[in-house]
C-alpha cells in the first residue's frame, strides 16, 4: 500500500525482527547472571532452591511426633496457628541423618498442594548464585537421587546442590501415607 | 453448571454495578468529566456480552440501551444532565435487582418485560417497583448476604482467640508460681496484680464465649434446608414401591453447623430409603398383621446437652434379631458360638459390620443401595455415635448423637508415648485405674473388668504404634474407656491431663489420609496436640493381637482412591470419569469385562463401577469374577445400565455388586453420593 511514501515494509521488518532479538537477549543476559537461591545444609553437603518457593526460615520449634505415618515426616508444629508438618528430605536424597542441633533450621515452603517445613541441618540464607558455575544434573553426584536434583553450582568454595522443588513437593512420598 | 455460571455473572454484575453506580454519581456532580464515560461504557459493554452469554436476555436488553446512551454522551449528541444520569442509575438499579433475585433463586420485584420496553423507549418508569431503600426508608435492610468462608474464616479467628486466652491462662499460673517463690514482702504487690489480671482474663474469656456463640450462630442451618427435598424422595420412592406411607418432620427449626448438615444428608437419605424398602410393608400385609394401612416414619430432631439427636423411625417390620445372627454367621460375620453369645440388642449392631452388608439387598429404588456400615462410616465421619432400636413386627428406630459443630470439641486431655493427645468426650465412658493384677488375658488379649463387664485393653501407645512405657510392678495403671456404637474398650494412657474445650484446627492436604487422628489443636503453651480420631482406634482394636498398625493397612487407608470405569459407550465412559476425577478419584477406564480385569490384576481399585451389557463377558460375569478373587472380593461393585427390570437388580445382587444405578435415572449427583457412600 505505501510503498510510495518512502516505507520500505521489509526494513521495518527487519529492523523489527532486531528489536525483538536484542530484547530477548537482554533479558536473557540479566537472568543468566544470577540465581536467587536460599542455601542450606543437607546431609553435610550444601543444597539450594531458588527463593520464591520459601515462605521463611525458623528455628526448630518442639515438634509433636504423628502416629501411623512414614517416617520422614518428623512431626507437626505450630506456624502460628497454621498446623504443618516438619519433614527430613535427606533419606528421599539419599543423605545421611547427622542429628539437627543447634543451628538446626525449619524452611517453610509452599508447594501446589501445602505449605512444608523441611528440615536442614543449617541455613545460610539467600545468596544469588552465578549460573556460568551451573553445571546441569547430567553427570549426576554420586550418592544423590538424580530426581530430585537440577544440577550443582561450582562456587570458589565448593559445590551448591541445585534442588528440583517443583518434582520434590510433587512427590507422593511427602504425603501422610502416601509413601 | 447453569447454575455456577449464573453464580458467577452475578457476583461479576455486582462488581460492574458498583462501578457504574459510583462513577455515574461522580459524573452527576461534575458533568464536565467525561473522561469518566469511557469506564462506564466498558462496564455496561462487559454486563450486556456476559448477561448475553448466560442467556439473561432482559439484563443484556438494559445494558445495551444503557451502553447507547453512554455513547450518546461520550461523542456529545447526549446531554450529560441530572436526568440523563437517573436514566441510566434506574438501568443499573433494575439489573441490580434481577441479579439479587437470581441469587435468591426467586422472581424479580419488577415486571421486566414492562421495565425493558419503557426503558429502551427512554422512560423513566416512574411505576416500576420503587427501590426498596427509597421506599421504606424507615425500614433499614435487617440482613445482608456474606460468604461463607468469610464465615468460615471468622469462625477460625475466633478460635485463634480461644487457644491465645488459654496462653494467658497458662501464664496466670506461672505469674503464681512465681509470687510463691518470692519473699512475701514482694510477693504481696505480685499477688495482687496477678489477682487483677485474672479478673481481666475472665472477662475475655466471657466475651470471647460470647463472641463464639455468635459467630457459630452464623454458621448454623436449620435441618429445614435439607429435610424438604426428603419429602419427595419419600413419597416418590413410597410410590415405586407401592408403599402407603406418611411421613413426618418434627424439629425442622433445629440447627445446625452448616458442615454438619452437608454430611447428615446422605446419611438421612439412606436411612429413609431403608426405612421404605425393609421397613415399612405393604399395605396388604400390614392390614393383616392388624396394622393400619399406612405406615409411619418419623424424622425427628432436638437438642441434647451440647449435641442434636436426629432420629429415624418407622413403624415398619422391625428388626429380627435372630434372622440378623442367622445371616451374619451364614455370611462368616461370625460363628455360631459367638452368635449365641450376643443378646438381641447386640445383634442388631450386627448390621453395621462390613461383612454384613456386602450382601445385603441391594435396593436400587432411589438409584443407591448400599449397606449399614457405609452409613456408620458417614456418621463417624462428622463425630457423631448411631444407636439402634427395634422390636421385631412393630418399629425400627435409628438414632443419630452428632455434635452442634465440629470446630470447638469438649476433649480429655492424655498424655501417651511421650505425646499429648485429645480424645473426644463423645466417645469417652469413663476413666479407670487398673492395676496388673486386675488383667485377665482372654485368647490372645488383654482384658480388664468394667463395671462388670469384659472390656479389651489396649496400650494406646502400642495403637498409634508410638514407643511404649509400661512399667512392670503393680502400680496402678490410667486407662480411658473408650465407647463406640455398642462397643466398648479400654486404652492404657500415661496421665490424663484434665478436660479442656479444644478447637480443631484441620491437619492440611499433606495428611488427609492420615489414620487415627481428627485434627489438631494448640494448647496454652502453643505446642499442637494432637486430636484422635476414636473410630479408628475400635477398628485398629477389632483385628485381635496383630501388629498395632500394619504398614500396608496403613498405606490402604491413606492413598488416594482409585475407581475402575467399565463401559464400552464413550460419552459414559468419560461423562462418569469426568465426574469423578472432579471430585479427586483417581479413574482408570476399560472398555469391556476382560479388559477391566487386565486392569485389575495389575492395580488394586478401591470400587469398579460396570456396565452390563458390553460386548464379551457382561457386567454380571465381571462381578462374579472380581468376587471369586481374592484381591476384589470385598471391593464394592456399583452396576450402571439401562436395565430396570427386577430381574436385572436381582442378578446384580446376586452377583455382589452393591448398588444398582439406573441409566435413564443417571445424575452426576447420585453416582456421586453412591461412591462417596461406599467409598467416602
Known amino acids: 500500500m505505501g510503498n510510495d511514501n518512502g516505507y520500505d515494509i ?14 530477548l537477549a537482554e ?3 540479566e537472568a543468566k547472571e544470577t540465581l536467587e537461591c536460599l542455601v542450606f545444609t543437607l546431609g553435610g553437603k550444601r543444597y539450594a532452591f531458588e527463593t520464591h518457593y520459601a515462605c521463611e526460615v525458623i528455628r526448630v520449634p518442639k515438634l509433636v511426633r504423628v502416629p501411623a505415618v512414614q517416617s520422614l515426616i518428623r512431626g507437626i508444629f505450630n506456624l502460628r496457628g497454621e498446623i504443618t508438618a516438619a519433614i527430613d528430605i535427606r533419606p528421599m536424597l539419599g543423605l545421611p541423618q547427622p542429628e539437627i542441633g543447634a543451628t538446626g533450621r525449619i524452611l517453610v515452603v509452599r508447594g501446589d498442594n501445602f505449605a512444608t517445613g523441611i528440615l536442614a541441618e543449617a ?5 544469588g548464585l552465578c549460573f556460568e558455575s551451573f553445571e546441569p544434573a547430567a553427570t549426576g553426584l554420586p550418592g544423590t537421587r538424580a530426581q530430585f536434583v537440577r544440577g550443582h553450582f561450582n562456587l570458589e568454595d565448593g559445590s551448591v546442590v541445585l534442588l528440583d522443588m517443583e518434582a520434590l513437593l510433587a512427590d507422593p512420598e511427602l504425603v501422610a501415607g502416601e509413601a | 453448571m447453569a447454575n455456577r455460571y449464573l453464580e458467577i455473572f452475578c457476583r461479576e454484575a455486582e462488581e460492574h454495578l458498583a462501578s457504574l453506580q459510583s462513577g455515574l454519581l461522580v459524573l452527576e456532580k461534575n458533568p464536565a468529566r467525561t473522561d469518566l464515560l469511557h469506564e462506564l461504557l466498558r462496564n455496561a459493554h462487559t454486563l450486556k456480552g456476559s448477561a448475553r452469554m448466560v442467556g439473561l436476555a432482559d439484563i443484556s436488553a438494559i445494558t445495551h440501551t444503557m451502553e447507547e446512551q453512554l455513547k450518546g454522551m461520550e461523542c456529545g449528541e447526549r446531554k450529560v444532565d441530572a436526568q440523563a444520569i437517573d436514566l441510566l442509575l434506574r438501568g443499573a438499579d433494575a439489573v441490580a435487582l434481577i441479579t439479587s433475585a437470581l441469587l435468591r433463586g426467586e422472581a424479580p420485584e419488577l415486571d421486566v418485560e414492562r421495565f425493558v420496553a419503557e426503558y429502551d423507549r427512554g422512560e423513566l418508569g416512574q411505576h416500576l417497583t420503587p ?21 468460615d474464616q471468622l ?23 512465681v509470687a510463691y517463690a518470692l519473699p512475701a514482702e514482694h510477693a504481696a504487690p505480685l499477688t495482687a496484680f496477678r489477682g ?15 463472641l463464639h456463640g455468635k459467630a457459630m ?20 420412592l413410597a410410590q415405586q414401591l407401592g408403599r402407603e406411607v406418611q411421613f413426618q418432620i418434627v424439629g425442622q427449626a433445629i440447627e445446625m453447623d452448616r458442615v454438619l448438615l452437608e454430611g447428615l444428608k446422605p446419611i438421612l437419605i439412606h436411612l429413609l430409603t431403608n426405612a421404605l424398602s425393609h421397613g415399612i410393608e405393604a399395605p396388604e400385609a400390614r392390614a393383616a398383621a392388624g396394622k393400619p394401612h399406612r405406615g409411619t416414619i418419623l424424622l425427628s430432631a432436638r437438642h441434647q446437652g451440647n449435641s442434636v439427636l436426629v432420629e429415624v423411625r418407622d413403624d415398619g417390620r422391625g428388626m429380627d434379631p435372630a434372622g440378623i445372627k442367622a445371616a451374619a454367621v451364614s455370611r462368616g460375620v461370625l460363628d455360631q458360638r459367638e452368635a449365641d453369645g450376643l443378646s438381641d440388642e447386640e445383634a442388631l449392631y450386627l448390621t453395621f459390620r462390613p461383612g454384613f452388608s456386602t450382601a445385603e439387598i441391594v435396593t436400587d429404588v432411589s438409584g443407591r443401595g448400599v449397606g449399614m456400615d457405609v452409613v456408620k462410616k458417614n456418621i463417624e465421619r462428622v463425630k457423631g455415635s448411631v444407636t439402634l432400636a427395634s422390636q421385631t413386627g412393630s418399629f425400627t428406630q435409628v438414632t443419630l448423637q452428632l455434635p452442634l459443630t465440629l470446630s470447638v470439641l469438649d476433649a480429655l486431655i492424655v498424655a501417651c508415648g511421650g505425646e499429648t493427645f485429645a480424645i473426644p468426650t463423645t466417645y469417652l465412658q469413663e476413666i479407670v485405674k487398673v492395676r496388673a493384677s486386675e488383667i485377665d488375658t482372654m485368647g490372645s488379649g488383654e482384658v480388664i473388668k468394667v463395671r462388670g463387664a469384659t472390656t479389651p485393653l489396649y496400650s494406646l501407645s502400642g495403637m498409634l504404634g508410638l514407643t511404649e512405657r509400661r512399667e512392670a510392678g503393680d502400680l496402678p495403671l490410667s486407662a480411658v474407656v473408650l465407647k463406640h456404637c455398642d462397643q466398648r474398650i479400654a486404652c492404657i494412657v500415661e496421665a490424663h491431663l484434665g478436660y479442656s474445650e479444644v478447637v480443631v484446627k484441620g491437619l492440611g492436604r499433606q495428611f488427609r489420609n492420615v489414620r487415627f487422628l481428627f485434627g489438631a489443636t494448640i494448647l496454652g503453651d502453643g505446642n499442637p496436640a494432637l486430636i484422635l480420631n476414636v473410630p479408628d482406634l475400635f477398628e485398629s482394636g477389632r483385628g485381635v493381637q496383630r501388629a498395632p498398625v500394619s504398614a500396608e493397612e496403613a498405606q490402604a487407608a491413606q492413598r488416594r482412591l482409585k475407581v475402575l470405569v467399565v463401559d464400552d459407550s464413550i460419552t459414559t465412559r468419560t461423562m462418569e470419569q469426568s465426574i469423578l476425577v472432579s471430585q479427586g478419584y483417581a479413574v482408570v477406564t476399560a472398555v469391556s469385562g476382560e479388559d477391566a480385569l487386565e486392569k485389575s490384576a495389575e492395580e488394586q481399585f478401591d470400587l469398579v463401577i460396570s456396565d452390563v451389557e458390553m460386548p464379551g463377558i457382561n457386567g454380571f460375569e465381571l462381578t462374579r469374577a472380581l468376587r471369586a478373587s481374592e484381591r476384589y472380593r470385598e471391593t464394592p461393585v456399583i452396576i450402571v445400565s439401562s436395565l430396570s427390570r427386577d430381574e436385572d437388580k436381582r442378578q446384580a445382587l446376586q452377583a455382589g455388586a452393591q448398588a444398582y444405578i439406573v441409566k435413564g435415572a443417571f445424575d452426576q449427583g447420585m453416582l456421586l453420593e453412591t461412591v462417596q457412600m461406599l467409598i467416602g
Do not use: C, F
Open chain 2, 217 to 236: 450462630g452464623l454458621r448454623m442451618l436449620p435441618l429445614r434446608t435439607i429435610s424438604d427435598g426428603l419429602e419427595r424422595l419419600v413419597r416418590d
Open chain 1, 27 to 29: 533479558e536473557e543476559s
Open chain 1, 123 to 127: 541455613a545460610h540464607g539467600v545468596q
Open chain 1, 10 to 23: 521489509r526494513t521495518i521488518l527487519s529492523q523489527m525482527r532486531e528489536e525483538y532479538w536484542q530484547a
Open chain 2, 196 to 210: 487483677e489480671l485474672e479478673e481481666d482474663v475472665l472477662y475475655l474469656d466471657y466475651l470471647i464465649q460470647e
Open chain 2, 131 to 151: 427501590e426498596p431503600r427509597e421506599a421504606q426508608p424507615d425500614t433499614p435492610q435487617e440482613t445482608v448476604r456474606a460468604d461463607v468462608k468469610t464465615l
Open chain 2, 155 to 177: 469462625v477460625n479467628l475466633v478460635g485463634e482467640l480461644i487457644i491465645n486466652k488459654k496462653r494467658l491462662e497458662a501464664k496466670l499460673d506461672r505469674l503464681k508460681e
